[in-house]
């Protein structure tokens, strides 16, 4: 029985050839791999400096160094939806697909973002809307 999530049982896509869906998709999942690694790992860190700090002082250091890694744990959190999310779309066809215009979104930008949704054009433009709007002074 073949893995489903094998890169060869990719559908077509219309934008990205095979070679570059397969490179797409090995980044992701080497990034995905990276990301729970590292949550692991600080995971049985902070458990292990929990247990060893004697002093309370060295107990608010080491507290304080836990509420910085929880925030940092927040951001690879949602940055590990938005791989998961990136493999869906390649396993179901639409990655490399814009979601606001339906263009493709270049294989460098990809590249930069593989998490990217939108095409360089629409991100910009989201942008530019959300940003405050400057008042001149004079």
């Not at 073949?2 to 050839?17: G, K, V």
């Not at 990301?35 to 304080?64: C, G, K, M, N, W």
């Not at 697909?97 to 990809?110: D, N, Q, V, W």
């Amino acid at each position: 029985m073949s893995d489903p999530t094998s890169p060869q049982n990719f559908p077509e896509d219309e934008y990205l050839s095979a070679e570059e869906i397969k490179t797409m998709w090995d980044i992701l999942e080497q990034q995905l791999q990276e990301i729970l690694s590292e949550s692991r790992e600080d995971l049985q860190y902070f458990t292990e400096q929990r247990e060893v700090d004697p002093d309370e002082l060295d107990l608010a250091v080491t507290e304080s160094n836990r509420d910085f890694a929880l925030r940092l744990a927040d951001r690879e959190r949602r940055l590990l939806r938005k791989i998961k999310n990136a493999m869906t779309r390649i396993q179901n066809g639409e990655y490399g697909t814009c979601e606001s215009c339906g263009a493709a979104i270049s294989f460098a930008r990809l590249m930069a973002r593989p998490v990217a949704t939108q095409c360089i054009d629409c991100k910009t433009e989201m942008e530019q809307l959300e940003r405050p709007k400057r008042a001149f002074i004079q």
